[in-house]
């Protein structure tokens, strides 16, 4: 069983950074798309950030211009750079990596942005 493990994570205050990664367990082949989603507190999970095969990469429009999304397709590693955070950001980000056929994803690792 493969499991996505995050790490980044923390307690930091208006704006500052964070980086976020994420690696796999183990090697996973066919991976397309890797990403990073969030959710707040009592909304629903939302796409932060997704690179797709390695190139192409997509923003929420609330990150555009303080996240970057990298990826290495080779090592399944994925990383988020955010920048200038605000207390919206505030939320679980969760890790994802996907095939064809198979979605994996990490258990989330907390960010909290204090105003």
């Known amino acids: 069983q493969v499991q996505l493990v995050e790490s980044g994570g923390g307690l930091v205050q208006s704006g500052e950074s964070l980086r976020l990664t994420c690696a796999p367990s183990k090697v996973i082949f066919g991976i397309y798309r890797m990403g990073w989603y969030r959710q707040a507190p009592g909304k629903q999970r939302e796409l932060v950030a997704s690179?797709?095969?390695?190139?192409?990469?997509v923003y929420a429009d609330s990150v555009k211009g303080r996240f970057t999304i990298s990826g290495d397709n080779a090592k399944n590693t994925v990383d988020l750079q955010m920048n200038n955070l605000k207390p919206e950001d505030t939320a679980v980000y969760y890790c994802?990596?996907?095939?064809?056929?198979?979605?994996?994803w990490g258990q989330g690792t907390q960010v909290t942005v204090s105003s």
């Open positions: 690179i797709i095969t390695g190139i192409t990469t």
């Open positions: 994802y990596q996907g095939t064809i056929t198979t979605q994996y």
